[in-house]
């Protein structure tokens, strides 16, 4: 007869700790999924494609007016496949002022590259091999 105040005593306790811990989770999942807005640290890629014929001096005057742009960290353009390829702090910079900016300045037909839905739902493009692939795709599936 003694035993039930305890295992009564137990289930509370344990019911309690599940709790606790529900909500902890709750929390934890709300501060992560939560919308936030971009922080002076945040930095993205774009890419520029130019519509015209450039050469390596073409490429170069790109990569250094790309350079002088505030906000910009990395720049690289290659005149062969006529990119250009920069990353930029979000805070300080939008890349699509930057391609108007850069058409207005030195006269090089640019448009800015943006994927496409299908591009964009394919994911990264590190799994983009037969193995890894089908892996990405299970676990879709199960989580």
Known sequence: MKKWPFIKKALVVCGCIVLSLVVLLAVHIYMVTRPKAPDANTVVMARLDIKQAVNQQD?????????????????????????AIFTFFPVQLNAD??????QAQLGYQVA???????????GCPASAGPVSSRLMSYFKRVF
């Open 59 to 83: 490429a170069d005057k790109i990569t250094a007016w790309l350079y002088e742009q505030k906000g910009i960290s990395h720049v690289l353009c290659n005149p062969d496949n006529r990119i």
């Open 97 to 102: 002022a930057v391609a108007a900016k850069l």
């Open 112 to 122: 800015r590259y943006m994927p496409t839905a299908a591009e964009l739902k394919s």
